[in-house]
């Protein structure tokens, strides 16, 4: 799906060319992943608003950067009621590590996605993880690298910004979509971008509203709108990360 001759904003170009210097793992990791689609299903019939909460120490629209012990982050946000964790694990331009994922993963109880920009299926084996993160708009072969995830027992969430890109996933057998709200080349955020492209999807895939999600009110919307899950990562970073999760868990 990528296509060589689009223009990426520079952050996000420098993103890519960090990520395909990345190193393929020789050995495939295997891992008996927890069901983050489940988590999102038992937390909306338990009557919260099924919430990802992102640990993202910093990222290219984020001034300044969270140093506090990133377990104590992710603690905070299942306290806070969150559903599941996203954890970034890219460290040049978002302080994320393969570290953080594997303490947070081993302190708590919720599935966590393995955030980060990962190009083909080598990148897949850098750490366990309940599931990982598949970027239509970045991938060659997005069919190959759901499979790919798949045999290692990763859950995968494939990302979409566009209707064309939701078809790419559909057809790639992607049963938990997200539909990111932030364009990642331009990195322009509109919570509409997720109304826009949510009807294109069967009723049996479950969606995640991705990015931009800030107060009670954009939760709501994003709920109403057919969002199954929120993944939020900003607003809670912004401030104290419990009841920053628990203003949207219980929006
Ligand atoms: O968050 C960024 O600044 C960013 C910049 C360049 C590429 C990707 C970026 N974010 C990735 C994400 O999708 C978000 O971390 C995630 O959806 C949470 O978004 P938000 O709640 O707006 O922090």
Do not use: Q
């Amino acid at each position: 799906m990528m296509n060589a001759t689009e223009e990426f904003d520079p952050a996000v170009r420098s993103i890519l060319d960090a990520a395909a210097r990345r190193p393929v793992h020789e050995r495939r990791v295997s891992v008996d992943g927890a069901s983050l689609s489940g988590a999102l299903a038992a937390a909306d019939a338990d009557g919260r608003v099924p919430l990802i909460a992102e640990v993202k120490p910093t990222s290219p629209t984020t001034a300044g950067t969270r140093t506090e012990d990133p377990v104590d982050l992710a603690r905070a946000m299942v306290d806070g009621g969150a559903a599941a964790l996203s954890v970034l694990t890219e460290p040049e331009h978002f302080g994320g590590s393969v570290e953080n994922l594997e303490r947070i993963r081993a302190a708590v109880d919720v599935p966590v996605l393995r955030k980060d920009f990962l190009l083909e299926p080598g990148h897949l084996d850098a750490v366990k993880a309940d599931a990982a993160l598949v970027i239509a708009r970045f991938v060659d072969d997005v069919g190959e690298m759901v499979t790919a995830a798949r045999e290692r027992g990763f859950e995968p969430l494939v990302e979409v910004h566009s209707g064309a890109e939701l078809e790419t996933a559909l057809d790639a057998g992607a049963t938990l979509v997200g539909v990111n709200n932030r364009d990642l080349a331009s990195l322009d955020v509109d919570l509409s971008t997720f109304e826009r492209v949510a009807p294109g999807a069967p009723a049996d895939v479950a969606l995640v509203a991705e990015s931009g999600i800030a107060t009670p009110a954009d939760a709501r919307r994003m709920r109403e709108a057919g969002a199954d899950g929120l993944l939020v990562g900003s607003a809670i970073m912004a401030g104290e990360p419990r009841e920053a999760t628990e203003e949207l868990v219980y929006a």
